[in-house]
C-alpha cells in the first residue's frame, strides 16, 4: 500500500474511534448548549432546539447521563446549556455539578427550552438558538455529531464554514478510498505502533462498559438473560457482552466508549465481539489488534454510502464487520472475509432503526447472530450466490447495492418511523 493511502486509512481511524460518554444524538444535543452558551456569555433565560427527524428518533428515548434518569431531547439541551463543558465535545457532560440537577430537572418540565422537527433534507442536523434579554446566540451542526458549520451572535455571523464536495461529511478524508481487499492488506501489513493507542482505548472502555452492563441493572439484563438461559459457549458471550454494553449506555451509565461511525452502539458492536472471541480462544495480542482495524474499518466502509443516521440499524453493518474480523482471527481467507460479509448481509438487512434505546441491545444480539452465522458458513465453503436477492457479483456490488437501499430505499422508512413515534 503506497504511503498516502495508508496515511489516510489511519488518519480514517484516528477521525472515527472517538470516545464519547453517552448516546452520541442527545450528546451532540448537549454539544451545541454547551457551546451556544459559551458564545452568548451568560446564562440563557430561554432555549429553541430545532433537529433533524433522525436526531429526534435517536434522542427521544434515551437517558442523558449524569441527570439522575432524565430522558429526552430537551433534558440533553438543558444539561448541556446549564452544565457542559464544550471543549470536551462527545464528553460535554462527562462530568454535571450536582448543583445543577435540580434545576435541570425542573426546567426539563416547562417550556425553557422548545423542541422543534427541523424542515432539512441533512439526517444529522441541529440548530441551538439561546436567548436572554435581547442577546441572542445560534450553533448549527451538520453532517457529523461536533461538525459546527454555523455560529451567530447577536444576528451577526461569527463563524461559517465553507462548504466542501471533496470532504467526506464536510470534515473528514474521503471514505471511498475505502474497499475489503485494501482494508485487508492494510490490517496485515500495518505498524502496530501507530494504531496500538487507539485500539488500546477502545478494547479498554468498551469491555469495561460490556461488564458494567452485565454487573448493573441496566434496561432488561439482556447480556445476563442469556448468559443465564443458554450454554455459556462463546457464541452467547459474545452476544451477551456486546449486548449488556449497549443497554448500560442507552440506559445512561456514564462511562465512556470508543464510537465507530459516530455511534457508540456501533463501536461497541464492531470490538466487543472481536476481543471476547479472541480472548477466549487465547489469540495473540498482534492479531488481535490487526482484526481490530479490520473490523472497524468495514464498518466504516459499509456506513460510508448509508450515511450517519438512517432508516438502516447501524449494528446490522458494525455485527457484519465483526462477524469478517472473527472470520480473520480463524485464519479466514480474504475470499472467506468477503464470504462471510456476503453471507450477513443476505440475512440482516432488513432490521430498521427506531431510535437509540436500550432495546439496541437486542437488535446487536440479533446482528451479531446472523453475523456469526455468515462467519461459520463461510469457514465451511458456503456462501450464498449472486443475485440472491440483493447480493452482487462482487463484494463492493453489494455493499454499495446495501448503501443504496439504506439511504435511498428506506427514505419512506425513516420519515414513517418517525411519525409513528411522534404518534402522527
Known amino acids: 500500500m503506497e504511503k498516502r493511502l495508508y496515511n489516510d486509512y489511519l488518519q480514517i481511524l484516528k477521525e472515527e474511534l472517538v470516545v ?8 451532540a444535543i448537549a454539544y451545541a448548549g454547551a457551546k451556544a452558551r459559551e458564545v452568548l456569555g451568560k446564562k440563557p433565560e430561554k432555549a429553541i432546539i430545532k433537529c433533524s427527524g433522525n436526531i429526534i428518533k435517536n434522542a427521544k428515548c434515551v437517558t442523558v447521563p449524569n441527570t439522575n434518569g ?27 455539578d450536582p448543583k445543577y440537577i435540580e434545576e435541570i430537572n425542573k426546567l426539563s418540565n416547562t417550556d425553557y427550552c422548545k423542541v422543534c422537527l427541523l424542515d432539512t433534507p441533512i439526517r444529522l442536523h441541529i440548530i441551538m438558538e439561546v436567548f436572554c434579554g435581547d442577546e441572542s446566540a445560534s450553533i448549527e451542526i451538520k453532517q457529523a455529531h461536533t461538525n459546527i458549520t454555523k455560529i451567530v451572535k447577536n444576528n451577526e455571523v461569527i463563524f461559517e464554514q465553507e462548504e466542501s464536495d471533496d470532504k467526506y ?85 456514564p462511562m465512556p466508549v470508543v464510537t465507530n461511525s459516530g455511534s457508540g452502539n456501533q463501536g461497541m458492536t464492531v470490538s466487543v465481539p472481536v476481543i471476547v472471541y479472541a480472548r477466549e480462544k487465547n489469540i495473540e495480542n498482534e492479531k488481535l489488534y ?33 462477524g469478517a474480523a472473527i472470520t480473520y482471527l480463524d485464519g479466514g481467507s480474504l475470499k472467506q472475509i468477503e464470504d462471510t460479509i456476503s453471507n450477513t448481509l443476505a440475512n440482516t438487512s ?51 447495492a446495501v448503501g443504496r437501499l439504506a439511504k435511498d430505499g428506506m427514505k419512506q422508512t425513516d420519515t414513517e418511523i418517525l411519525n409513528i413515534m411522534l404518534d402522527k
Open 290 to 322: 490487526r482484526a481490530l482495524v479490520l473490523s472497524n474499518l468495514l464498518a466504516i466502509h459499509q456506513k460510508t454510502l448509508i450515511g450517519r443516521l438512517s432508516a438502516f440499524c447501524g449494528v446490522v453493518s458494525a455485527a457484519c464487520a465483526s
Open 20 to 27: 464519547a460518554m453517552g448516546c452520541t444524538e442527545p450528546i
Open 169 to 253: 461529511l464536510g470534515v473528514f478524508v474521503d471514505r471511498n478510498i475505502l474497499n475489503v481487499k485494501d482494508i485487508y492488506d492494510f490490517a496485515n501489513n500495518v505498524n502496530i505502533d501507530d494504531v496500538k493507542s487507539l485500539l488500546d482505548s477502545q478494547i479498554e472502555k468498551n469491555i469495561a462498559i460490556a461488564e458494567e452492563g452485565l454487573k448493573g441493572t441496566y434496561g432488561l439484563g439482556i447480556g445476563k438473560v442469556l448468559l443465564n438461559s443458554y450454554n455459556n459457549d462463546i457464541s452467547i458471550k459474545i452476544k451477551a457482552y456486546a449486548a449488556a454494553a449497549s443497554e448500560a449506555r442507552m440506559s445512561g451509565s
Open 350 to 400: 432488513g432490521i430498521v432503526c427506531d431510535g437509540a434505546k436500550p432495546a439496541c441491545g437486542a437488535k446487536i444480539a440479533s446482528s451479531l447472530d446472523g453475523a456469526l452465522m455468515g462467519h461459520h458458513l463461510a469457514m465451511a465453503g458456503q456462501v450464498y450466490k449472486p443475485n440472491t436477492g440483493i447480493l452482487k457479483d462482487n463484494i463492493e456490488k453489494t455493499i454499495n
Open 70 to 96: 432524565l430522558i429526552g431531547i430537551a433534558a440533553s439541551a438543558i444539561t448541556g446549556i446549564l452544565a457542559g463543558d464544550a471543549t470536551k465535545e462527545l464528553e460535554v457532560i462527562s462530568v454535571v
